[in-house]
């Protein structure tokens, strides 16, 4: 191989791996096992285009934030979609949620906890 074909075989690796990187980074968090169903509440508040809907959604994740049962990332991600929604921009946090459950997909979290609380219904199951 002549010197130029390196430096741009180089180049491309370069770029390659800054390309990895930058979707590695930019990746949705994981979102622990009891929040998950959020995802799905949010991407149907949002696919429906329903204000109320959202705000029910925005409650929820806020409860979740007070009981420390919703890490900084998870929050500052909800949050993004939830304020792309409320300006009006349906469109683009439709996609983010959808990139948002995509990314949930074959991720690691922590087990599930022996106690899930059911704020909505006001209710606490044990899966002993």
Known sequence: ??????????????????????GWWSRPPVVEHD???????????????NPVWLAGVEKALEQRREENAL???????????LDQAKSGDWSTADLACFEFEKAQLNRRRPPVSDKHQHPEHGDTHSHD
């Open 35 to 49: 929040n998950l169903r959020y995802i799905q509440l949010l991407r149907t508040a949002v696919s429906a285009k």
């Open 71 to 81: 890490s900084p990332a998870e929050e500052q991600h909800f949050r993004r979609i």
């Open 1 to 22: 191989m002549n010197r130029n074909a390196i430096n741009v075989l180089s180049g491309c690796l370069v770029v390659a791996f800054a390309v990895w990187m930058y």
